[in-house]
C-alpha cells in the first residue's frame, strides 16, 4: 500500500489574514492519491477546492494564506517523502514542474505574456531534465502534437496574446507534462476546451497515468469529466469535506444531500430531446425544476432577420523576410453565412481555434472583415461611418468569457454602468442611476452592490455585472462568447435562467458561443456547428443535435462526456489525423462550400473543408 501512495494529506486547515487571527477557508480536510489512480475534487465556486491544491504545490502563502495545521507528504519515484508544509522553498522549486505539476484554469496568468512559447516550453525541460536546448525543442514538439495545436512549429514562434483561450490552455497541459511528474494537480483543466479536445486531453492524462503511474488531482465542477476519470471523488462545500468515497458509489448513490443536488443541477444532454424551444435550468438550491408561468417564445421567422451573415471571410497576415512583407495569411474564418432573427437564440459550437470568437467580434464591428457583409436592421456595417458605428455599438452588446477582464478595477460597479449611459447620452444624474439601480436588480443583485469594486464579487456575480451592463444601451443583439463556461453549474444555470427570461421579456436576440454542447441544447433555437473556420452544419437545435448528419458533428456530440455511469457510452473516436493547417500562401484562393438541405432548414456541408 505504501509503495503505490504518491500524496497522503491529513487534516489540512488553511487560513487567510493576519497572522493569529486567520480566517479558515479549508477544514480539517484529508486524502490519499495513490499511483496510477485519479482523485476528483468536486464543489461550487468558493468551497476550498483551488486553495486545498495550491497549499499542495507550496503556492498558497504567495497569495496570502497559511496551513494552519495538517500535513501533507509527497512521495517520489526516488522513495523521497517530502514534508510539504514544513520543506523550504528551494526544495519546493526543486519539485514544482518535475515531480509534482499543476495546471491552472486560466492560462493568461500562466503564461508570462513577454515571452514565446517555445521559450516558456523548453525552460522546465532545461532545467528538470538537464538536456541540450535541440532535445528540448523536440520534446515540447512532440507534447504539442498530443495536445492536438496545429502547426505547432509555428506555434511554438508566438506569443501567448496570439493565440485562442483553448490553444493556450492546452499548452499549459503540454508544459505540465511534459516532464512527466509523479502527481498531477488538474485545477479546471479542460473548462476552456471544446469537447473532442477535452476528451483527447482526458486521454493523454489517462495514458501518460499508466505509462508513469502518475496520482492525478482532478478539480472540476463537470460531473461528466468526474464520471470519465475519477477512481475516487471527493466533495467540497464550504471549505469542508461533505462526500468522499468510490467515484461509482457517489455519483451513483450520494448519500448528502449537497451531492444530490450538485449531481440534478448538471446539465444532461439529450434531456431537450423532442422539443424545440429553449428550456429553463434546474437550480441547486432547491433542486426543482423552475415554474416557468409563461412558455418560451418562438421567434418570428416570417419577418426580416436582424442580423445578416453573408459569405464572411477574416484573414490574419503573417509577416517575414528582411523587409517584413506579408508572406502567408490565416484564413481564420472562410465564407461563413447566417442569420439571427428577433427574439432567437442561435448558438455556435466548435473547437477552440475554429473561428467562432473571431466572427463574433467581426458581428460587434470589434475587428476588420477582408470579405463578405455584415448587415444589422438592413444596415452594412462596413458603409457606416464612425458615427454610425457608435449608435450601432447601442443595439449589439457583448458579454465576454472572463467578467473580471472585462471590467475595470478602479471603478465602482455603478460607475462602470453608468458609463454607457453617459457615453451614448442617454440619461445623466439621478435618471442614469435609477437606471443601473433598476438593472442590478434585474440581474438579482441589489442597490447596496453598487459601491462596490470588482475584486468584492464571485465569479458568478461579476458575469451578472456584465450582462447588467449589456443590458444598459437596451439593445437588440447580444453576443455571449463562452459568457458561462467558466462557472459552476449552480451559477451557470442561474445566468442561463436570467438570459432566457431577458429574452422573454425584452425580445432580446442572442449569438450564443459555447463549447459546452448540454447548455447550448437548453439555450438555443438554432445552431451553428463550425470547424476549420467554416460552417460545417447549420440549422434547428432539434434537428442538429437529434438528426446529426456531418461527421464532425457527430464526433462533437459522441464526445460529451455524462455523468451517468449507467447510461450506454458510445465509445469516442477522435479525430486521429493531423489537425488541418489554416496557414495558406497570400495567393490561395479556398473552394467554396456547397450544401445540401436535410430537413427545412438543416443544411450539411457536401464539399471538403479546405
Known sequence: MEQNLVARVRNLSVGFGPRGSESAVVRDVSFEVMRGQTLAIVGESGSGKSVTSMAMMGLVKRAGGRVLSGSMELHTRNNETIDLVNAPESVLRRLRGAAMSMIFQEPMTSLNPVFKISAQLTEAIVLHKRCNRAAAEAQALRMLDLVRIPDARQVMGRYPHELSGGMRQRIMIAMSLVCEPTLLIADE?????????????????????????????????????????????MVMKKGETVEHGAAREVLLA??????????????????????????????????????????????????????SVKALSIRYDLKGGLLGKVQRRVHAVEGIDFDIYPGETLALVGESGCGKSTSARAVAGLMPIQGGDIRFGGQNLASLSKGGMQRLRRDIQMVFQDPYASLNPRLTIEDSLLEPLQVHRIAQGEAARKIVLDLLERVGLSAEHAQRYPHEFSGGQRQRICIARALTLSPKLI??????????????????????????????????????????????????VMYHGRIVEIGPRRAVFENPQHAYTQKLLSAVPSADLNAARTPFSLME??????????????????????????????????
Do not use: W
Not at 585 to 596: E, F, G, K, L, P
Open 254 to 307: 450520494p448519500t448528502q444531500r449537497y451531492t444530490q443536488a450538485l449531481l440534478a443541477a448538471v446539465p444532461k444532454i439529450g434531456s431537450m430531446r423532442g422539443t424545440s424551444l429553449p428550456a429553463k435550468f434546474a437550480l441547486i438550491e432547491d433542486n426543482t425544476e423552475p415554474t416557468q408561468a409563461l412558455p418560451p417564445l418562438a421567434p418570428d421567422y416570417a419577418g426580416a432577420p436582424i442580423l
Open 577 to 610: 489525423e493531423a489537425v488541418p493547417s489554416r496557414i495558406y500562401d497570400v495567393n490561395h484562393r479556398a473552394q467554396a462550400m456547397s450544401y445540401r438541405e436535410v430537413s427545412p432548414g438543416h443544411f450539411v456541408a457536401t464539399s471538403a473543408v479546405a
Open 479 to 528: 453576443i455571449a462568447d463562452e459568457a458561462v463556461s467558466a462557472l459552476d453549474v449552480s451559477i451557470q444555470a442561474q445566468v442561463i435562467n436570467l438570459l432566457q427570461d431577458l429574452q422573454r421579456d425584452m425580445g432580446i436576440a442572442f449569438l450564443f458561443i459555447s463549447h459546452d454542447l448540454a447548455v447550448v441544447e437548453r439555450v438555443s433555437h438554432r445552431v451553428g
Open 189 to 233: 483543466p479542460t473548462t476552456a476546451l471544446d469537447v473532442t479536445v477535452q476528451a483527447q486531453i482526458l486521454r493523454i492524462i489517462k495514458e501518460l497515468q499508466e505509462d508513469l503511474a502518475m496520482g492525478v488531482i482532478f478539480i472540476t465542477h463537470d460531473m461528466g469529466v468526474v464520471a470519465e476519470v475519477a477512481d475516487q471523488v
